[in-house]
């Protein structure tokens, strides 16, 4: 699945947080989304991507587990 | 004075006191009608709401985040409320759902019940993992089903919304279970986040939302809690459940269309207990454990 994709600049790293620059505009997020080895001056590139395997099918493992619901009144 | 008139004296007293100790032991107890308790939970950001009705079954709305499991085991061994009789997820944001994995470790379901709004996180997977794990079956949450608890009183689903919110900005928050508890003449509306979207599909369903308490939407966030849905509501106590420092939750636009009702927050007064108990409803909380009615 390809989509657009957003490049960030990390302006500066402080304590727990990162700034970032989109464009010229700032953002405050948490240190801990930077990807191992992005420090102060890295360019980012954040995109869409497929969910991870652990992910997929979890409708189906829903339907699973609902397998049984009589619907209606449920009396405890 | 003679002799006999000490020994009648001394009778009357007698008798007297007879009399005054059978009142007395049949003086009638003050009346305890069967309620059903409510523990909103102090989980910081997020929300888990302990319901547990007079015949003692127990229902989890919600688990908070992750961090907040040890709290929330805590709260259902207090009230002994394990295996509980069910989990109710309002919506899959992880500040409700988060620590749900733990409690279905740690602490046993025999059922659980969410809707089918997809937001497929791996916090949500791995709470599935638990629940095939756990062999504990899952119920559909849609409008209208109905939870019969004992002892009188009912959960109805008011949410999430049929069909589904498709546009919104917060579009898992817009489609979270709503659910009105009724017991006699006391009642509580559990409003997840649903925000002002939901609040007027609500309204133009001419859903009977009126409710004592109201456990407010999405933590007192400006985008809920409309003025026409809270004057549907006509709540006579707004709780809310908000981590400490957050200006946002409850937002000061809230609170100003709250003004006409008293308002709670865990974030100042830690874990709410209510009880509903048909005719009133009175709460006490981790800071001021004295019983008050709103």
């Keep these: 699945m390809k989509h657009g994709s957003v490049l960030l600049f990390v302006d500066a790293v402080e304590d727990e947080d990162a700034w970032i620059l989109i464009g010229d505009a700032r953002h405050r997020v948490a240190r801990a989304i930077l990807p191992p080895g992005a420090g102060e001056g890295a360019w980012l590139r954040l995109s869409i991507d497929d969910p991870p395997p652990e992910v997929r099918d979890l409708q189906g493992r829903r339907a699973q587990l609902m397998q049984g619901d009589p619907g209606g009144k449920i009396k405890l | ?294």
């Design chain 2, 1 to 294: 004075m003679p002799k006999q008139a000490w020994s009648l004296r001394i009778l009357h007293a007698l008798a007297f006191a007879q009399v005054f100790a059978c009142s007395r032991m049949q003086l009638p107890a003050p009346p305890s009608r069967p309620a059903v308790q409510v523990d909103v939970i102090s989980v910081g950001a997020g929300d888990a709401i302990l319901v547990s009705s007079p015949t003692g079954k127990h229902l989890l709305i919600d688990g908070g985040d992750s961090e907040a499991a040890p709290a929330v085991l805590a709260a259902l061994r207090q009230r002994s409320a394990c295996p509980l009789d069910m989990i109710l997820l309002t919506h899959r944001h992880a500040d409700h759902l988060g620590g749900l994995k733990r409690v279905v470790e740690n602490c046993g379901a025999k059922l659980f019940m969410d809707s089918g709004f997809a937001h497929d996180s791996t916090v949500y997977a791995h709470l599935l993992d638990a629940l095939e794990k756990h062999h504990v079956p899952l119920r559909q949450a849609e409008l209208g089903r109905q939870i019969e608890l004992g002892g009188g009183a009912l959960l109805t689903l008011l949410g999430p919304p049929h069909p589904f919110i498709e546009k919104s900005v917060d579009i898992v928050n817009a489609n979270s279970v709503v659910s009105r508890l009724e017991i006699g003449r006391t009642s509580m509306l559990f409003a997840g986040d649903a925000e002002a979207q939901a609040e007027k599909r609500l309204l133009d369903s001419n859903t009977a939302v009126r409710s004592t308490v109201l456990k407010v939407g999405h933590h007192g966030s400006r985008t809920s809690s409309t003025a026409e849905f809270l004057r549907a509501v006509s709540p006579r106590l707004a709780v809310v459940s908000n981590a400490a420092g957050d200006s946002k939750h409850p937002h000061p636009d809230t609170l100003v269309r709250l003004k006409q009702t008293r308002v709670v927050e865990t974030a100042l007064e830690g874990t709410i207990h209510l009880d509903l108990d048909g005719e009133t409803v009175t709460f006490r909380t981790e800071q001021h454990p004295e019983k008050r009615g709103p």
